[in-house]
């Protein structure tokens, strides 16, 4: 429990994820009341809150506009997919066949960025959901008039009464690594994802033909934001564990409960909180409460049993084994490709902050290193998980693992330093030092020389008299520093190429 202590304790700037999880807890709420005013009935209440949830919980695009229009084209991927799975309910080869299909366009929709992700998540749950209330042809308008109201409900909650987003800055829209083909990462990894579902259908339907499903969500979604084979086997890893204290807390909670509808109302707009709060930090907690407020469903539906959890937990496994068995052979992408990618992209951001930072400090009011800044705080972000699985307690490669680690720190030097240097580069009193323009040069190089040539170099600042001002004097601390960090990189960055060099 100290690791989930330390998730509820994290920081939280601007109090953004608290925001945005009581608001969850808002809109899903409203979502399910609605449906129960409406007369739904529970199962259609039940599909409209989890609609209302992926609502909120997926569409992730830049600005408050474009989120607004992936919502409303939520239906048009979902209830298409819903009517299909109701339709093939008796017919389960075409109904294994048609999710299949299903997963493909989902997997593959992700080279449309986060809308393509948004709808293609949108669309795989709702296939989903018609198997985990066993979805007929003769329920289809109830459900789908309970996906529709909840939306709406979602969407009047987000954009209406509660939008965290106008409050904080547009996150940084970062592409995965290019390529053509089956070379392109989203290409590889929607056959990766089928192939994985395939396994799974087909193992899970062995080990129970009633709830088999469980083992394809689990695949599908241990494939969602993952880049890499190493990524990819540490997700599936996080995915199970977090399903076995979710079970065994169930145990503890779901079972005594078994369906009362006051504490089960309760306890899931607890799971929903905790699903919110703590998806950026952690998945193995984030599937704790996804597992917890599982077992609270099939509870509400008079099915709940231990057996039941445990074979949820066995289900979870045959997810996790399909997801590793296809990044290990159908076209496997590397921990070290995917890295070198995302650390390049870091050191490209160092180097535009730093140019941006010593123009405005010569006097350009155009240029604005806060940009740049905080595309290097989402590419690091990108960089720790690409990294997560060298650094990880159960790699065996201690030396890579330590090298990992100290990547990670110096690269966390250089988000301090640039965000202090972009922090300064607005002192209105500021003038230009000539020493910057030197310490911006040897940081430049110093870019150069791990990366290679950088593009878009920009003109050499004009060189004036040395100014003496505090706020110069802090911008060069800052750039010193970022040139420690950068030669210091040197040596974890170059040595696996010497290695391979040494083997050839």
């Known amino acids: ?24 807890v808002l809109g899903i709420g409203l979502a399910v009341a609605l449906c129960a005013i409406a007369g739904l009935p529970l199962t259609a209440s039940i599909t409209g809150g989890l609609a209302a949830l992926l609502a909120l919980f997926t569409v992730a695009d830049p600005t408050v506009r474009g989120q607004a229009v992936t919502t409303a084209l939520l239906p048009l991927a979902g209830l298409p997919v819903l009517a299909l799975a109701s339709a093939l309910h008796g017919a389960p080869q075409l109904r294994d066949a048609a999710w299949l299909a299903v997963v493909l366009a989902g997997g593959y929709a992700r080279r449309f960025g986060p809308r393509g992700h948004a709808l293609g998540v949108f669309a795989f749950m709702m296939f989903f959901t018609a198997q985990f209330l066993h979805a007929v042809p003769g329920a289809l308008p109830q459900l789908a008039a309970a996906v529709l109201l909840s939306l709406g409900a979602a969407a009047a909650v987000r954009f209406g009464a509660w939008c965290v987003e106008r409050r904080t800055a547009p996150p940084a829209v970062l592409a995965p690594p290019a390529g053509r083909g089956l070379a392109r990462h989203t290409t590889r990894q929607a056959l990766q994802v089928t192939a994985a579902c395939a396994f799974a259908t087909a193992a899970g339907e062995l080990l ?61 707009a607890v799971c929903v909180f905790g699903i919110f709060y703590s998806a950026p930090l952690s998945y193995s907690w984030m599937m704790f409460f996804v597992t917890v407020m599982a077992g609270l469903l099939y509870g509400l539906l008079g099915v709940l049993h231990p057996g039941l959890l445990g074979l949820r937990l066995a289900e979870t496994g045959v997810g996790a084994l399909g997801a590793a068995l296809a990044v290990a052979l159908v076209l496997p992408v590397t921990t070290h490709a995917v890295t070198d990618h995302w ?26 290193p806060a940009p740049c800044a905080a595309e290097l705080e989402a590419i690091l972000g990108r960089v720790r998980t690409a990294l997560a699985p060298l650094v990880h307690p159960l790699n065996p490669l201690r030396a890579r693992g330590a090298r990992a680690r100290t990547i990670l720190a110096l690269l966390d030097d250089c988000l301090r330093e640039t965000r202090g240097l972009a922090a300064l580069a607005a002192h209105p009193d500021a003038s230009h030092d000539a020493r910057l323009t030197a310490a911006c040069a040897r940081v430049e190089t110093a870019v150069e020389a791990l990366v290679g040539a ?33 030669t210091a990189l040197s040596a974890p960055l170059t040595a696996p190429a010497a290695l391979r060099r040494a083997r050839a």
């Open 1 to 24: 429990m100290k690791t989930l202590t330390r998730t509820l304790m994290a920081a939280d700037p601007g109090l953004t994820r608290l925001r945005i999880s009581l608001r969850a």
């Open 208 to 268: 129970s033909p009633e709830r088999w499903y469980w083992a394809v969500g689990a695949a599908w979604w241990i494939f969602v934001n993952t880049a890499s084979r190493g990524e990819t086997l540490v997700r599936g890893f996080r995915r199970v564990f977090g399903t076995v204290t979710g079970l065994l807390v169930g145990l503890l909670v779901a079972v005594p409960v078994h369906g009362s509808p006051a504490p089960t109302a309760a306890l899931v």
């Open 454 to 486: 950088v593009p878009d170099r920009p003109a050499a600042t004009p060189v004036a008299a040395p100014g003496h001002h505090p706020a110069a004097e802090a911008a060069l601390a800052h750039l010193h520093g970022l040139e420690r960090a950068l």
């Open 343 to 368: 650390v390049r992209r870091a050191l490209h951001a160092v180097h535009a902050c730093t140019a941006a930072a010593s123009r405005r400090l010569a006097g350009d009011a155009g240029a604005d």
